[in-house]
Structure formats: C-alpha cells, structure tokens
C-alpha cells in the first residue's frame, strides 16, 4: 500500500461478524423454500436492496418477505428473529485495530446496512461494549438505509469522498464483496478483498499498515 492517509472500512465480515447460511437456515426453519434463490452474499430478491437503501420500512420489509417467501402467515417477530440470526458480533480485537487505525489515519465506515440490522447491532454495541456507536471507532460514520444509497453503486463512494475531501489515490477502501470493491477500483481507490481465511488484525499487520 503507498500513500495511505484514509482508511474506509465495510462493516460486514470485516469489522462485525455476518453468516449468511445462519440466516438462510433460519428462513428455511420457518418453512421457506429455496431460500438461496432470493438470499445470499452473491445477491438477493431487489426487496433487501431497497430496505438497504431506506425507500421501504420496517413494515414493508415484513410484508415483502411475506410476499416472496409465499408465507402470508409469517409474524413481525418471526421475520425479525430470522432475519437477525444472519449478525454474530464483533471480536474485541476488531475494536483495538480500529482504535490504532484512527490514530494514523482518517477513517470511515461504509455499510449496507438497515433498519432492523442497525438497531440490533446498536443495541449489541450498548449491552456488549457499553458504546453508544460505532462513532468513537472512525471520524465519521456511514450507513446506507440513512444515506438512501448503497454499495456497489457509485453515488455513495462519491459522497463520502466529497463530503471528506478525500483523494481516492490516497484512500484504502476494506471491503469482502469483490463487487463492492471494483466500483471503488473504477472510481480510484487503493482497495482490499478480505477474505474467510483473514482476519482485519492479521491484515493491518501484515500489510504494515499498523
């Protein structure tokens, strides 16, 4: 890596812990079929798409599940539960990384995230680590369901880099979908696959970057 001043982090399996198969299996569970048809990281059924992007609520999130999951007798709770088996939690250690990386760099978070997942995960935050937000980790950050954008579309790199006066020559942008990752490559960034096999730690480290 040359010339790194900015730090950009995607959150899923880089920062937070995610298992799509948990989720997958928790739909099926339910009596959902060929849930892998409209849910998986590889993509999904346009409904997460919009939630992700904050044009639909909580409410319509249910009903759309409802409606391709064929399940019209699936409650709010039921939806919910399953749905959030899909977040694990964070390694005490991912914290520390981000801590030691603030102080070198600017840095940022980027998620596609939404409104279900992003108040479960700030309550986990509260209960687990006794923080309010991820704010205290980065200078600033982001989140799509908020933003009405997400990854891999363009809009959302391009505000982040104008609202920060970032250069994207000088910025590492972190991420686990290679799909996300080859926007912020078309758009001039200095980018990172993390992989299964990686940990955010051991790739700091290794990259010398901390």
């Not at 999904?44 to 064929?70: A, C, Q, V, W, Y």
């Not at 979908?177 to 940990?199: C, D, I, K, R, Y």
């Amino acid at each position: 890596m040359q010339n790194i001043k900015n730090i950009i982090f995607d959150y899923g399996n880089v920062i937070f812990m995610i298992d799509f198969k948990r989720t997958q299996h928790s739909f099926t569970e339910l009596g959902i079929k060929n849930v892998e048809r409209f849910f998986a990281h590889t993509g999904h059924d346009p409904l997460f798409d919009e939630f992700e992007k904050g044009n639909i609520s909580s409410s319509e999130f249910h009903d759309g599940i409802r409606r391709i999951t064929e399940s019209p007798d699936l409650t709010d709770k039921e939806i919910d539960h399953a749905w959030n088996t899909l977040l694990i939690g964070v390694p005490p250690i991912n914290h520390e990384v981000l801590l030691k990386a603030k102080e070198k760099y600017r840095t940022f978070l980027l998620s596609n995230n939404n409104e279900i997942h992003y108040n479960w995960i700030m309550n986990y935050l509260k209960t687990e680590y006794q923080i309010h937000s991820n704010s205290v980790f980065f200078q600033k950050d982001y989140y799509s369901h908020l933003l009405k954008m997400r990854k891999p579309n363009a809009d959302i790199f391009e505000f982040v880099l104008q609202e920060n006066s970032l250069d994207p020559s000088e910025t590492l942008f972190i991420d686990d979908s290679p799909q996300h990752l080859q926007t912020a490559v078309n758009l001039g960034f200095q980018t990172h696959l993390l992989t299964a096999q990686e940990t955010l730690e051991n790739y700091m480290h290794s990259s010398g970057l901390l």
